[in-house]
Structure formats: structure tokens, C-alpha cells
């Protein structure tokens, strides 16, 4: 009789962890570099003719916004890592 996997499907179906990393490590340089030039393309044009506490605004927002997305990147790239046979 064939064992059967106990694990729940999401865990079953999801990526190995290896290829999880590897994929996310490569999005995530995407996403940097790709943040850092749509920054600079910004803040060398639009934002240099705005008033002084907008563009502090805007620089504050271009400079720590990158944040959000990577983290839930790396959140990704980090579930199921335990796996129960390990343990």
C-alpha cells in the first residue's frame, strides 16, 4: 500500500525550499534595481520642481518604499522552511 502524504496541499504543492530562495534572490535584485531607477528617473525630473516639503515627502517615500514589497518577498522565500520530518 502506497504511503500517503499527511501534508497539508498548499505545502505539498509549494516550491521546495531551495528553488524558493534562488527564485527570490532573483526577484529581489530585480526589484532593487529596477526601484532605483524608476527612483532616479524621478527624482530627476518631476520631483526637483515641486515645493520643498513635498520633495522631502517624495524622497522619504522613493527612498524607504522598496521596503514594503521586499519584505514580503522575503517573508515568501522563508515560509514552510521547517519542515516536519527534520524536527
Same mark, same amino acid.
Not at 28 to 45: D, E, Y
Not at 56 to 70: D, H, K, T
Given at each position: 500500500?502506497?504511503?500517503?502524504?499527511? +501534508?497539508?496541499?498548499?505545502?505539498?504543492?509549494?516550491?521546495?525550499? +531551495?528553488?524558493?530562495?534562488? =527564485?527570490?534572490?532573483?526577484?529581489? @535584485? =530585480?526589484?532593487?534595481?529596477?526601484?532605483?531607477?524608476?527612483?532616479?528617473?524621478?527624482?530627476?525630473? +518631476?520631483?526637483?520642481?515641486?515645493?520643498?516639503?513635498?520633495?522631502?515627502?517624495?524622497?522619504? =517615500?522613493?527612498? @524607504?518604499?522598496?521596503? =514594503?514589497?521586499?519584505?514580503?518577498?522575503?517573508?515568501?522565500?522563508?515560509?514552510?522552511? +521547517?519542515?516536519?520530518?527534520?524536527?
Amino acid at each position: 500500500m502506497p504511503e500517503t502524504d499527511k +501534508r497539508p496541499a498548499a505545502t505539498r504543492a509549494a516550491l521546495p525550499p +531551495r528553488w524558493r530562495k534562488l =527564485v527570490g534572490t532573483v526577484a529581489m @535584485i =530585480v526589484l532593487v534595481l529596477s526601484w532605483a531607477l524608476g527612483a532616479m528617473a524621478l527624482a530627476q525630473g +518631476r520631483i526637483t520642481v515641486m515645493p520643498a516639503v513635498w520633495q522631502f515627502i517624495a524622497y522619504v =517615500v522613493l527612498g @524607504i518604499g522598496w521596503i =514594503v514589497p521586499a519584505g514580503l518577498l522575503i517573508r515568501w522565500m522563508l515560509k514552510f522552511d +521547517r519542515r516536519p520530518d527534520t524536527l
